[in-house]
């Protein structure tokens, strides 16, 4: 399958201001799975400079410094992808283990050290005991089994509840009000499986969805709908996370059942997690919509948790009301 994605953040100034350097997660994550084609990166007004650099997990980012004052500052990121499928999850190595926790070896726990470590205090024990049951399934199907039905669940019992705070719920807090963005959902099973031993980490990016589409034309809706768009005041000088920018627009409704229903998160920057287990590597896993593998999941970047991936920060220097606002629109688009 080969997508066209195009991601523009726009801010908007009452007058020109000076910006400094901003950070933009430029190119998706490729692999065996997983190609970029292209590429193309088209700031307004020009940039002085543009760094092309790889953060501590591989990631690449483009450092990049607007060359002039100006009121109006857009950055348009375009990919094209070739996505062959992820399936290490469904192809049962001969070697497979049920055993609790995985056996990593002495090499791979080592590398693996920080995706094990959970990213939050669970000092009620809340989190721990909402693992036990997953825990138990492990004694029929060992981690996959662990895995398949942590994600299920999260799915099936919880509400998606876009939300223009910024940041990310603690699991504890997801777990109290059972309902969360993809990002709240990717932090709770990230945790959840890291309390059971299991390697897992962070990953953004895009969701492909065509019936999210569908949905528009059923609903005599321009396709247009479906394209993030925000505007709002300006607190500080620092410029606002485009992640949380592109998922705050989500449009209405704001709280989605999430089993039965559509898949959610599509058009938008969307999480998920990354799981490894022996003999899998790592595979994607998107408990918000309850996908393991697939073609659909188009990775950006990975993390250790959702804090240290943004698809672009940055920061200007004037006054607070001088902010006018911004817009975030991203669109995916599948070729025939």
């Known amino acids: 399958m080969i997508y066209d994605i195009e991601h523009i953040t726009e801010y908007r100034f009452h007058r020109p201001v000076e910006l400094g350097l901003h950070r933009l997660t430029f190119r998706p994550r490729d692999g065996h799975d997983m190609r970029v084609l292209a590429t193309e990166l088209v700031v307004t007004p020009p940039e002085q400079r543009v760094d092309l650099v790889q953060d501590v997990y591989g990631n690449s980012l483009a450092l990049v410094l607007p060359a002039a004052q100006a009121d109006r500052l857009k950055i348009t990121c375009r990919f094209t992808v070739e996505h062959l499928g992820s399936s290490s999850f469904h192809d049962v190595a001969a070697s497979e283990t049920d055993l609790m926790p995985p056996p990593y070896s002495i090499a791979e726990r080592l590398a ?9 205090e669970d000092p009620e024990l809340a989190l721990h005991a909402w693992t036990h049951p997953f825990a138990e399934a492990a004694q029929q199907g060992g ?17 998606y509840a876009s939300r223009e705070a910024e940041g990310t719920q603690t699991p504890q807090q997801t777990l109290a009000l059972g309902s969360g963005s993809c990002r709240d959902f990717a932090t709770l099973m990230i945790d959840a499986l890291r309390v059971l031993g299991i390697a897992a980490r962070f990953v953004s990016g895009y969701l492909y969805c065509p019936p999210l589409l569908a949905a528009a034309v059923q609903a005599n809706e321009p396709a247009s709908t479906f394209a993030a768009v925000l505007a709002q005041p300006a607190e500080t000088v620092v ?32 999480a998920w997690v990354q799981v490894f287990l022996p003999d899998c590597g790592w595979f994607p896993v998107d408990p918000t919509n309850n996908l393991i593998g697939g073609t659909d999941l188009i990775r950006l970047a990975v993390a250790r948790e959702a804090a240290e991936v943004s698809p672009l ?6 006054e607070p009301e001088d902010f006018a606002g911004m817009s975030v629109t991203v669109q995916v688009t599948a070729r025939d």
Do not use: K, N, Q, Y
Request: with cysteine; net charge positive.
């Open 143 to 159: 981690p996959r089994a662990v895995v398949a039905r942590m994600c299920e669940a999260i799915r099936a019992r919880f509400t």
């Open 239 to 270: 410029m606002a996370d485009a992640t949380v920018a592109a998922e705050a627009a989500e449009p209405a409704p704001a709280r989605v059942p999430l089993a039965p229903g559509p898949i959610v998160g599509g058009g938008f920057t969307h």
């Open 313 to 318: 920060s940055g920061m200007w220097w004037g």
């Open 112 to 120: 693996l050290t920080p995706f094990l470590l959970p990213s939050f």
